[in-house]
């Protein structure tokens, strides 16, 4: 395996009252791309907002390339070269479409990622770069979160439900753009509800249950039942 | 003609009303602070004003380049040190500690500079007046409304065409997202306040010309500031202004009828408002 650009060991993580990630221990390798699957309410998302900086750990929980980032605010850890497209698209709604992927660019690493070839990926985004965000379909406003993670040109980008809410014919055009997005080296965790799709674009997946890992295997050799046992938590 | 000298002279106390009310606005726009010392941090920056133009023997509109840096820096120390520790989702931290800043300021101003009513002396451009179409218009009245237009507009663009603005806008939007794209919330939000209190020493250096000012006077010029940021909309910097001049003329037309009702009439309209238009006249944020 190649060495790990992102490693987690023991994460819990909570909401107040509520545990939803029970000692977590993931390791991801340089140029991966992994997929996390799980039921609802199974820590898919908790886990990968902790990764992003938005929940408070300890700084040894994560370590990314040799770096413990589990303390960091979520800003500074944008500015490592950490990525996130969340959950529900989450676009400025103030903003315009161009204005969402400027903000995107705004932590300026250098990388392939630009105006220009956000455009390229997703050329129906041009035509509509003065428009406000609010105005666009859910498949372009997931275009538009996917580029404005993309304008900063991360190492490591994590997608939250890509294609929750969206209509079949937009998912895979959205799937299709995945491969020339990681093609460049960038690393990549997915989580998805789509399980067939999880495990066509990885290369590894891991299965959340209730807050704890249930799976861990090559997405090309897990079996159906040991992702429903895993899945369900059925013996 | 009476009526029309009336409104053209309500139009221009207008532009005072939206130097006043344009720095709340941007707050309340940003980080959803209502910032009750806003009125007192005007008096802050007339004194400062005061004293500047005093020791340096200045003109007090040249002690403009003093009081902005001064006033921005305070905003900036005061939002990373106090402010940024209030807010949350709970909008009652924040308001306790503007009240309570409020309460410190005027009585910071009392012990340093006494209640004595104070004024500053911009020489022979506050008597200064010309004739247009038969009106005649002071020039200090013009040059305040000249530049609250300014500071609106230069606002509207730093908000609608710099990065600073969007970022702004983003953190306005969702903070927890506007985080992800490296945005340092303390900071940006530091930055909101020192443009505000930018705006606020604008505001107290003019207010400081046109009348006397003491260290209790703060609240009250509060409540015209936000008779303005509501009749105009919440968030709107433009509807600031037309707020702003709506306040100015109704207080006039007011006075013309009776001298008691000045201050009466500007609250009676901006009730009316409120009670018709409940978000303002103009509530969008859209450039």
């Not at chain 2, 009702?261 to 500007?266: D, E």
Request: hydrophobic letters at 50%.
């Amino acid at each position: 395996m190649p060495d790990p650009i992102l490693q987690i060991s023991a994460l819990d993580a909570r909401y107040g009252d509520f545990q939803a990630l029970y000692g977590v221990d993931l390791t991801l390798g340089e140029g991966e791309v992994m997929a996390i699957i799980g039921a609802n309410g199974a820590g898919k998302s908790t886990l990968l907002r902790s990764i992003a900086g938005l929940m408070a750990n300890g700084p040894d929980q994560i370590v990314y390339r040799g770096r413990p980032i589990g303390a960091l605010r979520a800003d500074q850890i944008a500015g490592l070269g950490i990525a996130l497209v969340p959950e529900g698209r989450q676009l400025f709604p103030s903003l315009s479409v161009e204005e969402n992927l400027l903000i995107g660019g705004r932590v300026k690493r250098d990388g392939p990622w630009s105006l220009a070839a956000v455009y390229d990926l997703f050329p129906v985004l041009k035509d509509r770069r003065a428009q406000p965000s609010t105005s666009l379909s859910g498949g372009q406003q997931q275009m538009v979160a996917i580029g404005r993670a993309l304008m900063a040109n991360p190492d490591l980008i994590l997608f939250d439900e890509i294609s929750l809410g969206l209509a079949p014919i937009i998912i895979r055009s959205i799937y299709d753009a995945l491969p020339g997005i990681v093609a460049g080296g960038m690393s990549a965790i997915i989580v998805e509800q789509d399980i067939a799709k999880a495990l066509s674009v990885s290369s590894r997946v891991y299965c959340l249950q209730e807050g704890r890992v249930s799976l861990e295997g090559a997405s090309c050799t897990v079996s159906r039942e040991e992702i429903s046992r895993a899945y369900f938590g059925i013996a | 003609m009476d009526w029309i000298n009336v409104i053209v002279q309500g139009t221009l106390l207008g532009g005072l009303y939206t130097l006043i009310a344009a720095g709340l606005s941007l707050i309340f726009g940003v980080m959803r602070l209502v910032n009750i010392a806003h009125g007192d941090l005007i008096v802050l920056a007339a004194y400062l004003g005061l004293t500047a133009a005093t020791v340096l023997g200045i003109n007090p509109l040249v002690t403009l380049i003093v009081a902005i840096p001064a006033m921005a820096g305070i905003g900036y120390v005061l939002q990373r040190v106090v402010l940024n520790r209030t807010l949350g989702e709970d909008i009652l931290p924040p308001l306790l500690t503007t009240f309570g800043i409020s309460v410190i300021l005027q009585n910071g101003l009392l012990e340093v500079y006494s209640a004595d009513p104070q004024k500053m002396n911009a020489g022979a451009l506050e008597a200064a007046s010309f004739d247009v179409a038969g009106l005649t218009l002071g020039l200090l009245p013009v040059i305040t409304f000249a530049v609250a237009v300014a500071v609106i507009a230069g606002l509207q663009w730093v908000f609608y065409r710099t990065a600073l603005g969007r970022a702004f806008r983003a953190t306005s939007d969702n903070q927890e997202i506007a985080q992800l794209m490296g945005l340092n919330k303390a900071h940006v939000f530091g930055l909101a306040m020192a443009l505000s209190l930018v705006v606020t020493a604008i505001a107290g250096i003019f207010l400081g010309i046109r009348t006397s000012f003491d260290p209790s006077i703060g609240p009250g010029r509060l409540i015209f500031g936000f008779e303005a940021v509501i009749i105009g909309g919440l968030g709107n910097l433009w509807g600031t202004l037309a707020g702003g001049v709506i306040l100015g003329v109704a207080q006039a037309v007011g006075a013309q009828i009776n001298p008691g009702w000045q201050v009466l009439a500007g609250h009676v309209v901006f009730l009316v408002v409120l009670a018709v238009r409940p978000n303002g006249l103009f509530p969008r944020m859209n450039g």
